[in-house]
């Protein structure tokens, strides 16, 4: 077992990551083989020592140590996501283990710059790698004109169209499939993803509640009262760490989008610099004061700019002094 395991983890490793000695419980009973082709990877000489010698071997035994700690922290957290999902399950009366669970949150300020996020548990645990986020496309909502109900709406349908679109899809049982969608908000912010969700005809097969920031209050489609549930139940609890997540990650998303425009704010005064050379620039420079600092030379080696148009730039930063 060991022997696979240090094959598959040094699989995937880059070339300069495989170390020179690698210290082992047990001896291997391929071990030479392992480590001349570990050896030919790396370019240098690779050995695979069961050590006997004191200070070699007390690191195994901090190793062993360590491992047995983390294996033990991994399956209490384990059974404590377990017990949420199966406490979750029996709040929302669900037929099945929520395994699957996607959150939903808006961010903007007075409308602008609006943005959603759908991040995702899986297990009970936070599963990044299927986190999304939204720039909302409605142009009924702009600066000055904000409205969370229509932007959740629009979020929702983006997420679910391809399932209206193929309607042979499989649904329950795909992996992509939620058993369980969460709205960070009220009955209003509910609604409006019941009605867009019946319109695409897939409330049959999806269950949607929302959770409310103000008094922690689970809603459940058509009911006009929140559920009656326990701050310190555990089901809640992972309700709770989704919608904080939900709600972190649009939050998060609003300022990368507010500090990009603040940015290209600057650089849409300059005559001639279109949106795709401003992102040229920021790109190749990362920040307004770099490009302010650049020297022309330094600003006409990016794609498409130009000693002219760098002068420009240039200019712009460093306006000429006028002479009375």
Avoid: C
Wanted: charged share 25%; net charge negative; glycine share 4%.
């Amino acid at each position: 077992i060991l022997q696979r395991v240090l094959e598959q983890h040094y699989e995937t490793a880059d070339d300069v990551e495989i170390p020179t000695e690698i210290l082992v419980q047990h001896e291997l009973p391929e071990a030479e083989m392992l480590a001349t082709a570990l050896s030919q990877r790396k370019g240098r000489k690779v050995t695979i020592v069961n050590p006997q010698r004191a200070l070699k071997a007390e690191l195994i035994e901090m190793v062993e140590r360590n491992a047995e700690y983390e294996l033990a922290r991994t399956q209490k957290l384990s059974d404590r996501n377990s017990q949420a999902m199966e406490d979750l399950a029996a709040i929302l009366d669900l037929p099945d283990l929520p395994h699957r669970i996607e959150g939903y949150d808006i961010s903007h300020i007075q409308g602008s710059n609006a943005v959603a996020s759908q991040v995702v548990f899986v297990e009970g645990l936070p599963a990044k790698q299927y986190y999304r986020h939204y720039k909302i496309k409605n142009p009924t909502v702009t600066a000055g004109h904000s409205d969370d109900f229509a932007s959740l709406a629009e979020v929702i349908q983006r997420r679910f169209r391809k399932y209206v679109e193929d309607p042979q899809m499989q649904r329950v049982g795909n992996p992509d499939w939620p058993d369980l969608v969460m709205i960070d908000g009220g009955k209003g912010q509910l609604s409006s993803v019941v009605a867009v969700l019946q319109e695409m005809n897939l409330m049959e097969d999806l269950r949607v509640v929302s959770l409310a920031k103000q008094r922690e209050e689970i809603f459940l489609p058509g009911e006009s009262q929140p559920l009656a549930t326990d701050a310190e139940q555990s089901g809640v609890q992972l309700l709770r760490r989704l919608r904080d997540e939900a709600h972190r990650f649009a939050v998060s998303f609003h300022r990368q989008q507010r500090s990009d425009k603040m940015r290209r704010s600057r650089l849409e005064e300059i005559p001639g610099l279109g949106y795709h050379r401003q992102k040229q620039l920021l790109a190749h420079f990362h920040s307004i004061d770099y490009i302010r600092q650049a020297s022309i030379e330094q600003l006409a080696t990016v794609d498409g700019i130009g000693s002219r148009l760098a002068g420009e730039i240039y200019n712009y930063f460093h306006p000429p002094q006028s002479i009375n």
